[in-house]
């Protein structure tokens, strides 16, 4: 997977290990490469103090068109919904011109004491409204 320039985005060709015996790529890549995408935001947000932990609540994918085996595919990370106690991640994958597919991602904070429900900061809340799509 390389990583453009920006933190949001990645490209791949799609390997010969991701695709099934018809040449279409697995469903749990398109997960698997749209969580990386998404660390790779994650990790440009401004540091907080006692941030909470984030973990997964719902992830779905949406496919428009199956790509293949050594297709160019473009991850593109993008905040969809702010919560009070969640954030809600669109992962487009386009290849070329056309869109292939969307993971939805849902993440719920929790305090890291006691995996209480717990409201995001403000800081990184003004942060994902930057990208909010």
């Known amino acids: 997977m390389s990583r453009s320039k920006r933190p949001d985005v990645a490209e791949i060709r799609v390997p010969f290990r991701d695709v099934d015996m018809t040449g279409q790529m697995f469903l749990a890549s398109y997960i698997s490469y749209a969580e990386s995408v998404l ?6 947000r401004p540091d ?3 941030e909470p932990v984030y973990s997964p609540s719902k992830v779905s994918c949406f496919l428009h068109r199956p790509l293949h085996y050594d297709d160019p595919a473009t991850f593109t990370a993008a905040v969809d919904k702010i919560g009070v106690r969640s954030i809600g991640f669109l992962i487009l994958i386009d290849t070329g011109e056309e869109r292939a597919a969307e993971v939805e991602i849902i993440w719920q904070a ?3 004491e006691d995996q209480s429900p717990a409201s995001l900061p403000e800081e990184t809340r003004d ?3 930057r990208f909010l799509n």
């Open 48 to 50: 907080v103090d006692d």
């Open 127 to 129: 942060w994902l409204y």
């Open 39 to 44: 660390a790779g935001f994650w990790s440009s």
């Open 110 to 112: 929790h305090t890291p």
